[in-house]
């Protein structure tokens, strides 16, 4: 309910929100034309962002991206993947995470439901596809992110959801 009363953005069928005011026109736009740029450089691709992901929502995640099948959202936190803007900029590093996050939707699709034995394999599974994004868009993600890497443990994920919860909380009081 608090999400369809928070302003959010609908484009081609997915629904962006953030729900920060100081970030949220910044973020919209950035979305918009992460999408724009997966539909110019891939179709089929896109296509697949389209059926998986229905609600890209901008809060904090450890690894800068998570997807949920239930609801089919898939959670982004632009600053975790700051690192890939030097290389690509925030458009084609948001485009490849969002190409990523849809595999994850596609194998759930498929019934293949990830468990502790075979997140790592899942993983390199986007990875590779993901890399096989960034190849078709003419761009080179190597070092950005291992076709192996393995996923942090859901332990790390809360500490890591609470450090940033709190220092957004602090921004937003205290403006530190």
């Given at each position: 309910m608090a999400l369809w009363?928070?302003?959010?953005?609908?484009?081609?069928?997915?629904t962006i929100v953030d729900f920060r005011p100081e970030t949220r026109d910044r973020f919209t736009s950035l979305v918009q034309e992460a999408l724009a740029f997966i539909s110019e450089k891939d179709p089929?691709?896109?296509?697949?962002?389209?059926?998986?992901?229905?609600?890209?929502?901008?809060?904090?995640?450890?690894?800068?991206?998570?997807?949920?099948?239930?609801?089919?959202?898939?959670?982004?936190?632009?600053?975790?993947?700051?690192?890939?803007?030097?290389?690509?900029g925030?458009?084609?590093?948001?485009?490849?995470?969002?190409v990523h996050e849809s595999v994850?939707?596609?194998?759930?699709?498929r019934h293949v439901l990830e468990t502790s034995r075979n997140r790592s394999r899942i993983e390199g599974l986007c990875?590779?596809?993901?890399?096989?994004?960034a190849?078709?868009?003419?761009?080179?993600?190597?070092g950005w992110v291992e076709e192996s890497a393995t996923p942090p443990s859901y332990g790390q994920q809360l500490r890591f959801a609470f450090r940033?919860?709190?220092e957004m909380l602090r921004h937003d009081l205290f403006g530190r």
């Open positions: 009363l928070s302003p959010h953005f609908d484009y081609q069928g997915i089929n691709r896109y296509r697949r962002v389209l059926r998986e992901i229905k609600l890209i929502n901008h809060l904090p995640r450890v690894t800068g991206a998570q997807y949920f099948r239930p609801s089919r959202v898939c959670y982004i936190d632009e600053q975790v993947f700051q690192a890939a803007k030097s290389l690509h925030n458009v084609g590093a948001l485009a490849c995470v969002l994850h939707g596609e194998l759930f699709t990875n590779r596809e993901m890399a096989r994004f190849r078709r868009a003419n761009f080179n993600i190597e940033r919860c709190l």
